[in-house]
């Protein structure tokens, strides 16, 4: 009894299913809208663009406040092969910031590759819609608009994008009062330049020459940190730098440090210092700054000291040179830096000139200019 009873039960629901499908078929606006795409798509590729005109018209027959079934760019390409520049600039000059919020609740298509298909057979037969727009005699401001519209809508890559920036200008300064303004300049259009903000690390390799009672020819190596902040960079920098003594120096209780030995110095400072110059190819920065520097001594008397330190105080002044490059992600900095110290009052007054070479990387945000 019970497998007869579900034997029933099947019978009456198998067409109950197929009645809610095919209800689902008629009354879903999404299922419509998706296979009207793939019937455009079709025919577009037939080039039959009298359908692809009846098609697209069904299509925006079916939106409504809840649904898009083309999307702008979609039908820009859509309106370039069908000949109806007057529809496409019409589209153009409504574009604004409220029109594309407008999307942002609305139910979108699926991602069918239509805009792919339609992109790549515009690259590809681009020579015909160009004819296509010169036979259509528009205005000069309409077809020069559709003329930088097909230049943005089918760029190969985004090099090219610095040619379009170009265009776009020319075109808003030809046309100041133009009502396409607010689609060249906030779609086609698309100027960034750096913040005035940012941070930076590098190395360096650095040489120093000193005077006075302090040490032969030094070299090292170093790293830094910049902060960036407007015109101004605060950079704390650590190097470590290996000498000879330049002559005898005297430490602790009349021990004495014989000149010729070997020493290292350790050195931490922190320099600020503003651009005063800047080009595409380099950029000029003066500073002023303070380290603190370690000075260790590894031999004594013939004897290891291992924990025979002298710290002391350098003042700094210099220039930074950089070489900006990867559109300025990247700089090479020459430094020259002089350096005043006095050991403490101790030893006469010494004068360090500081060479480096640095290698840093840049971390600045880009911000879009309109």
Sequence with gaps: MKRILLFFALFIAIPSFAQIEEEIMQSSKSA???QGRDYLVEKFLDRDYDKVKEIKDYLLSLEDDDYVALTPYELWHILAWTKEFDALTASMRQMDSAYLCGFRNKILPEDDMMMRKLYLKGCEDEHLIRFNLQEAQLQPEDE????????????????EQDELNEKSTRFLKDYPDSDYEWFVRHLIRNVTVQSDKGWGMGIDVCSALTTGMLHKPIAGIGMSFDIYRKKWDVNIAFDALAAKTKADQQYGWGGVYPKGKHCDYLSLGVIVARNVYESEHFNVLPFLGVSVMEEYYAWANNHELKDLIKDFCV???GCFIDIPFLQGAEVVRFKYDFGLTGFGGKYQLSQMHFFSVNWNVVIRDKKRVF
């Design 32 to 34: 419509k809208i998706a």
């Design 144 to 159: 020069a608009v559709v003329s930088l519209a097909l230049d943005w809508l089918l760029q190969k890559s985004g090099d």
């Design 315 to 317: 003042c700094h002044a």
